[in-house]
């Protein structure tokens, strides 16, 4: 899909469906959406104009992982300049693993031949998770 805001509604809505129908209760569902809502937020800032925004759901036995990813117009990014202090805690506090990755997979071609990063989030609710001390 598009990374523009428009996309977010479509994103919470399938995340929380899917969440759903894989067996997540109610709140872990809803905060999983949020999540990756908030996830889809913080790379559609950072896209490329005209990009679109991959979300890859992957339901497992014992976890719910889900990747998010766009190209990026920033020369260099690094993982640590993905996620804010403020946002990397908001996705902390709603989803079990919080990860980030980029990857100079996508090719502009061109005169220059840039390799344009490919800035992700990665986000996994486990099914069963431990009880919080």
Do not use: Q, Y
Not at 110 to 123: M, Y
């Amino acid at each position: 899909m598009a990374a523009r805001p428009e996309a977010l509604a479509t994103v919470r809505t399938v995340t929380g469906a899917l969440a759903s129908f894989e067996g997540l209760d109610t709140d872990r569902a809803a905060d999983l959406a949020l999540a990756v809502d908030e996830a889809c937020t913080v790379l559609i800032a950072m896209a490329d104009a005209g990009t679109s925004l991959l979300l890859v759901e992957d339901p497992g036995t014992r976890e719910l992982h889900v990747e998010v990813s766009a190209t990026c117009d920033s020369a260099d990014p690094s993982v640590d300049e993905i996620l804010n202090a403020f946002s990397r805690r908001v996705l902390e506090s709603l989803a079990d693993d919080v990860s980030t990755f980029v990857d100079g997979a996508d090719w502009r071609g061109g005169a220059d031949d840039a390799v344009i990063p490919v800035l992700g989030i990665s986000l996994t609710m486990r099914r069963w998770p431990a009880p919080r001390c």
